[in-house]
């Protein structure tokens, strides 16, 4: 029994509750583990992925957007704290009064902003202050004393946590996250000598979870990659790799055509793939505006019939052409595999990703809308 639909993803719950499981034995007991889900959980959508951990004790459930958390809180999800790891802008700030919303603050004047929103909405507005620590992206470049006058003046929302990111946990080729946490640690320390103790630290994600970087784990952790199974590969002399997790989608679409074609026929737009022989293809219901990346042309790989086989010739807007030389048994209708296991044959996001010129994370967050999600 398959799901009737061209193209669809395969999500097993069970898998991402292990994933899930695993990192928070490699945390351990003191040590909470939000659940990232924002870019609708990377593709394997937030709703159910939210509900499914909730109901496994998770109590942090982080997003990019205060749009992505309003639509957690307006599916019914009213207990878990959410937190917006992109912030907010001022005109999201009454929605994120108004739904409960944990922003992540990275600048003074965003202080400010949350602190007016406080006062005026009268409610005990909570916020985690952004630290950048060395990647250059969001955060607070300020001293610790300038953060410090910044809290004296600002009685009415409260510091709850104090956080920063990684540009490059995986890589051991360089010192930069040593670096960072030392930055970050600093930071830490200065305020809390100046009378400031945030309730949660938190500088982790995958990454920094699975090569062990434990002095960076502090009490909370945001988990993402790990949770849809995946760990970026190290660079240079990393330690061993601790979280056990494995891919929780599958991805599928129906060949819509099979058919022979004569040595010399052109495959595609631009007749970018020229049959050196007499060869059988096959022609998939999915293309670029389902996810499968437009740079697999000619390069990337499918499981058909339970073995790795190529595409051929340019990806379309729907459609992919696949050989099927190997196998006489698959006939229109019948499923191939993007992306999971036939068997032996399995390919992942990472392997894909390799081909593509991008990363796991590029491939999972690009499964279009269009392609139904099934939860098993
Ligand atoms: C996306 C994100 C995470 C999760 O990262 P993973 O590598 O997927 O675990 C954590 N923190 C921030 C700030 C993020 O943007």
């Given at each position: 029994m398959t799901p009737p639909f061209r193209s669809y993803v395969l999500v097993s719950r069970k898998q991402i509750v292990r994933n899930y499981r695993s990192v928070c034995a490699v945390v351990g007991q003191g040590t909470e583990v939000a659940a990232v889900v924002k870019a609708d959980a990377y593709g394997h959508g937030a709703l159910e992925v939210a509900r499914v951990l909730l109901d496994e004790g998770v109590r942090w459930l982080a997003v990019s957007s205060v749009d992505e958390g309003v639509s957690l809180r307006t599916a019914g999800m009213r207990e878990a704290r959410i937190l917006v790891m992109g912030g907010f802008l001022p005109y999201e700030g009454e929605a994120v009064a108004e739904f409960d919303l944990t922003p992540a603050v990275h600048s003074l004047d965003q202080i400010r902003l949350m602190d007016r929103l406080a006062r005026d909405t009268g409610k005990p507005l909570r916020y985690h202050l952004k630290i950048d620590s060395g990647m250059g992206r969001l955060g607070t470049r300020a001293p610790a004393s300038e953060i410090l006058g910044t809290l004296a003046e600002t009685r009415h929302a409260r510091l709850e946590g104090l956080m920063t990111h990684f540009a490059s946990a995986a890589d051991y080729t360089t010192d930069q996250t040593d670096v960072q946490l030392a930055y970050f640690h600093r930071i830490a320390g200065d305020l809390r000598a100046g009378g400031v103790t945030a309730a949660y630290l938190h500088t982790s994600s995958t990454n920094a979870i699975g090569y062990g970087?434990?002095?960076?784990?502090?009490n909370l952790v945001r988990a993402g990659h790990a949770l849809y199974g995946y760990v970026s590969p190290a660079r240079g002399p990393a330690p061993a790799q601790l979280l056990d997790v494995k891919p929780a989608l599958t991805w599928k679409a129906r060949l819509l055509a099979v058919k022979d074609i004569p040595e010399g026929a052109l495959v595609g737009y631009g007749g970018t793939f020229r049959a050196p022989r007499p060869m059988r293809i096959g022609i998939l219901g999915a293309g670029y505006a389902d996810g499968i990346f437009h740079r697999l042309s000619n390069r990337g790989k499918v499981i058909a019939a339970g073995k790795l086989t190529s595409i051929l010739g340019t990806i379309s807007m729907d459609l992919t052409t696949i050989d099927l030389n190997h196998t006489p048994a698959l006939a229109p209708g019948d499923e191939v595999t993007l992306l999971g296991r036939e068997g032996e044959a399995s390919l992942d996001a990472q392997q894909i990703a390799r081909v593509a010129g991008t990363i796991s994370y590029n491939i999972l967050c690009s499964i279009s809308a269009r392609v139904r999600r099934v939860y098993v």
């Open positions: 970087r434990r002095e960076a784990w502090h």
